[in-house]
């Protein structure tokens, strides 16, 4: 293509709206345009990128076995019912009603979608394992869309389902869904770390989440750099400290609980003050509205609850913090001052917190709290389960050195649905013998756009996008410096048709501009190779310069033709 007649806006200023470097760069080197928060159109180069994305995901699923379909994003709420996810999806689903008030919805995933049409469709185990795959658009209300592709509400996703016969035919599907992962993020050219993650709410057996480590990532990982452990922060179990840090004494024999007045001391920095002592030897009480049940959950003074580790041991879909008359109410103190003691509410607790000794609590009384509280002398719990986050330094699970955390983007997820699912639906096959058993599910799914900004991430630097080859919208930029000098414009055309009979996507910069202007436009798209015509065109020399490097090379025209050919064959094969 000639970029005088091509579609891209270039931005030269950043829009004020984009915050991380993705966000800005899309917009700037014109490949999207938002519609509303969390809405984008493509433009065409846009567009050309995120197919190319979708190729190589299409690639890798086909080789993997896998048969490509196409659901339909309107979907009839009784697709939902059994899974119980038309509640679950609570506002996040984008809901509408039909002519005649029938309650639809936009597919915010499709789980029973597939579920559904294998019931109606498989009956035998010679058609098992069976895998299939959409690469579909999806809708999701989400709380905060933000950082452009990185949370949307409208976007494509690749999602992919297993369908086998037991534990063992699953095992192999999703071995075989974590290989084509990798082959799909290297081929993006991407640094990626696989982590286990949590199962929760969506049951199953065993889950792993694909993270591009970065800043601006919503994910936190937990990573072990000594026994290569990774784990989701959400899932990483933490090992508990088991000793309160004071003297001996204190540590082993219980001394009697005392009701100590703190009139001015609610939050751990005043009580730490106040009691002058470290948060390691305070418990922290904290209640939770989980649906319609009021529970109360406790950390150590200076550790924070993990709420998806909390929800997932509760088993409910909302969790918030209780509102200060639900405090009140069920302690019968102001906000501040709640404890374990007396309090006749469901009570979760920490192993580190069942572990200490003599420590301080709220008193449920305002203005009060207690101290040497022990826990089976003064309070029992329902449960003692791990419900905190890790932090750095804290021990790895697996191999006890200091753990490091992250931000990561989730770009992928892998998923043992086992057969929630199909149990839910009846989705059953007849085995050799004609007993009928539950089909044996898995779920797999890819953000597209996620992953086009999560590229971009970790492909860029001050003068816009770097894209690795695989990706690019164009291989190679033709620059001629004069589009006005004829010798120029000829040299440029020769390689420009050479090139593309070369079978090398190239386009070529024949506006009128600076050259300044071109180069400054070539390097916010982001295409890899750039060839640049000048006045030694006549001598048959031209530059070549990759986007990913600063270094300029004269080449006989001949030479940069073969290295271009060259360098575009060996990164696609
Ligand atoms: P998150 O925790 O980021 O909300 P999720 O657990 O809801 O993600 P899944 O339901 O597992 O995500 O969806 C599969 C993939 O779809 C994710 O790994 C992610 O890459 C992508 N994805 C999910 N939500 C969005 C979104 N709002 N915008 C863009 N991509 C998304
Ligand atoms: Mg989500």
């Given at each position: 293509m000639r970029i005088s007649k091509m579609f891209i806006p270039t931005l030269r200023e950043v829009p004020a709206e984009a915050e991380i470097a993705s966000h800005k760069l899309m917009l700037r080197a014109g490949?999207?345009?938002?519609?509303?928060?969390?809405?984008?159109?493509?433009?065409?180069?846009?567009?050309?990128?995120?197919?190319?994305?979708?190729?190589?995901?299409?690639?890798?699923?086909?080789?993997?076995?896998?048969?490509?379909?196409?659901?339909?994003?309107?979907?009839?709420?009784?697709?939902?019912?059994?899974?119980?996810?038309?509640?679950?999806?609570?506002p996040e689903m984008f809901r509408l009603k039909d002519r005649n008030e029938r309650d639809f919805c936009l597919g915010p995933a499709h789980e029973e979608v597939f579920t559904e049409i294998v019931r109606n469709e498989i009956r035998s185990y010679k058609s098992l394992p069976m895998m299939l795959y959409q690469i579909q658009t999806k809708y999701r209300d989400e709380i905060r869309p933000r950082f452009g592709f990185m949370r949307c509400r409208e976007f494509v996703m690749k999602d992919a389902y297993s369908f086998d016969r037991d534990e063992a035919g699953l095992d192999m599907s999703y071995s075989k869904m974590y290989e084509a992962y990798c082959r799909i993020f290297d081929r993006c050219g991407l640094d990626y770390i696989v982590v286990d993650a949590d199962s929760g709410a969506m049951?199953?057996?065993?889950s792993q989440e694909f993270?591009?480590?970065?800043?601006?990532?919503?994910?936190?990982?937990?990573?072990?750099?000594?026994?290569?452990?990774?784990?989701?922060?959400?899932?990483?179990?933490?090992?508990?400290?088991?000793?309160?840090?004071?003297?001996?004494q204190r540590c082993c024999d219980e001394l009697p609980l005392e009701k100590v007045a703190t009139p001015d001391a609610r939050t751990i920095e005043e009580l730490?003050?106040?009691?002058?002592?470290?948060?390691?030897?305070?418990?922290?009480?904290?209640?939770?509205?989980a649906d319609d049940r009021v529970v109360a959950a406790m950390v150590r003074g200076d550790r924070e609850i993990n709420e998806t580790k909390l929800r997932n041991h509760l088993g409910c879909n909302e969790l918030n913090m209780a509102d200060p008359e639900t405090v009140k109410r069920v302690t019968?103190?102001?906000?501040?001052?709640?404890?374990?003691?007396?309090?006749?509410?469901?009570?979760?607790?920490?192993?580190?917190?069942?572990?200490?000794?003599?420590?301080?609590?709220?008193?449920?009384?305002?203005?009060?709290?207690?101290?040497?509280?022990?826990?089976?002398?003064?309070?029992?719990?329902?449960?003692?389960?791990?419900?905190?986050?890790?932090?750095?330094?804290?021990?790895c699970p697996k191999c006890g050195s200091p753990v490091k955390v992250a931000h990561g983007i989730e770009v992928g997820h892998i998923f043992k649905l086992g057969t929630k699912y199909s149990k839910a639906f009846n989705c059953t096959y007849l085995d050799e013998a004609g007993k009928e058993h539950p089909m044996v599910m898995g779920s797999y799914g890819i953000g597209?756009?996620?992953?086009?900004?999560a590229i971009i991430e970790q492909n860029n630097d001050e003068n816009g996008i770097i894209w690795p080859v695989s990706i690019a919208p164009y291989h190679v930029v033709i620059i001629p410096v004069n589009?006005?000098?004829e010798e120029q414009m000829k040299t440029a055309e020769r390689i420009y048709s050479e090139l593309q009979s070369a079978g090398v996507e190239v386009i070529l910069d024949d506006r009128n501009e600076r050259a300044g202007v071109k180069f400054k436009d070539a390097d916010l798209i982001g295409i890899p190779i750039r060839i640049t015509v000048g006045k030694k065109a006549e001598k048959g020399i031209v530059e070549y310069k990759l986007r990913k490097s600063s270094e300029v090379k004269e080449l006989k025209i001949e030479d940069a033709i073969a290295q271009a050919r060259q360098e575009v064959m060996s990164a696609l094969n």
């Open positions: 490949l999207i345009r938002k519609q509303a928060s969390g809405i984008y159109s493509f433009l065409p180069l846009g567009y050309r990128i995120f197919r190319k994305i979708e190729q190589i995901i299409r690639e890798e699923m086909d080789r993997s076995g896998a048969q490509e379909l196409m659901m339909s994003a309107l979907l009839p709420a009784e697709v939902y019912q059994p899974s119980g996810r038309w509640e679950v999806f609570g049951g199953g057996s065993g993270m591009v480590k970065s800043e601006i990532g919503e994910a936190e990982v937990v990573f072990c750099e000594s026994c290569g452990y990774a784990a989701n922060r959400e899932k990483a179990q933490c090992v508990p400290e088991m000793c309160c840090p004071g003297e001996e730490m003050k106040f009691f002058n002592c470290s948060p390691k030897e305070f418990a922290k009480t904290l209640i939770f509205q019968h103190a102001d906000v501040g001052f709640a404890g374990p003691v007396g309090l006749g509410i469901e009570l979760i607790v920490d192993p580190e917190v069942a572990a200490m000794k003599n420590f301080v609590v709220g008193a449920n009384e305002t203005g009060y709290h207690l101290k040497n509280v022990n826990m089976g002398r003064d309070f029992k719990a329902m449960a003692v389960i791990d419900i905190r986050n890790m932090e750095e330094g804290d021990g597209v756009n996620r992953l086009m900004a589009a006005t000098i």
